[in-house]
């Protein structure tokens, strides 16, 4: 083991509690997002308060330990101003011991704040060598990248040392990483993880929460902090977890985004008019807390042009709008035309005779390309 530190305590420990987040990505730019002005901006801003909040939960509930499985900043866009804010908050939990877990986009480089800034004394940062911190009844154990890509933490290595403490990891990973794309952050095997023996995981990388998925989970995902696209439907927040003297492991999972992102369909096959199409999605019912997709399905019965659409449509919960649509074809009765188009059709129609369903998809995408080429 690389370096052990040891504190002093004066009373015996009943129980552990603990905080376990991951994945804020401090100033994120949010690009690409939404196709509306500011949401970036808007996003940033819930970052903070989001943050605040934990902090706020940690003073009220006396929690002792708040673990940061990586992931904490965007390393190219982060700025100065936001690393204080983010130490500031810590200084206002002093009692609390905080161990972050660098990973992939806010790596234990040179010219990271992790290595250039002066950290509260509350705050521990795990570096590329596998640590141990020794407390009366915990051991606290963690490691930390220091570039955009880890392949080897070298895990296998590890022995817990003393099995009648607590023994926690905290450590940014991906699980059962499969891929190649995986296996470069830092992939670990479960079943490796569950034989050396650990009380407790505090893990991140993966943005959907997973916890509490079988009894007594003990390597948990507590997902990102708050939702940062619509590939992160739902709830996003913290794990509140306590340990006891038994090793009687009890989590919770409190939600704290302020704004979800949801998707919602909406098919225009019987809508006949742009008109129309506005106040279909004018209607729609949304929450004060979502920000919201709409997906057009459909065979449409007009041209669709979404940033006209923008101009005029009157809740600015709606973010984004995708187009999925496909145009509206009579091809019978096309067919039965003497022109070039009609030919196509007649052929096209052989072809759908004995074609499978992702065939005809294919088929009529064919189509309305070739009409579009036509026009």
Known sequence: ??????????????????????????????????DRENLGDIKRLEQRSVFKKVIEYIKENDIEFLFIAGDVYEHQYIRKSTIEY?????????????????GNHDPFIKNSYYNQFKW????????????KIELKDVDIYGYGFDDFYCTDCGIENLEIENKTKTNVLVIHSTVD???????????????????????????????????????NQKIVYPGSLISLGFDELGKHGMIVGEIKENKELSTEFVPLSENDFEEIELDVTNIISRDELIEKINDLEI???????????GKRNFEIDKYELYKLLTNERIIKVKDHTKIQYDLEKMANTHTLKGLFVKEILKEKENAGEEELEIIEK??????????
């Open 86 to 102: 983010i130490n500031k908050l810590f200084k206002e939990i002093p009692n609390t011991k905080i161990y972050i877990s660098p």
């Open 120 to 131: 509260n004394d509350n705050v521990h940062i795990f570096s590329s060598k596998m640590e």
């Open 366 to 375: 064919a189509v309305e390309i070739a009409f579009e080429s036509l026009e």
């Open 287 to 297: 929450a004060n807390n979502q920000l919201v997709k709409i997906i057009l399905i």
């Open 1 to 34: 083991m690389a370096y052990r530190y040891k504190y002093k305590e004066k009373r015996k420990r009943e129980s552990m509690k603990f905080i376990h987040i991951a994945d804020i990505h401090f100033d994120s730019p949010f690009v690409n997002l939404s």
């Open 177 to 215: 990483g499969a891929n190649l794309e995986e296996k470069q952050y830092n992939s670990i095997s479960k079943k490796l993880l569950e034989e050396k023996g650990f009380d407790y995981v505090a893990t991140g990388h993966i943005h959907k929460l997973d916890y509490n998925t079988y009894e």
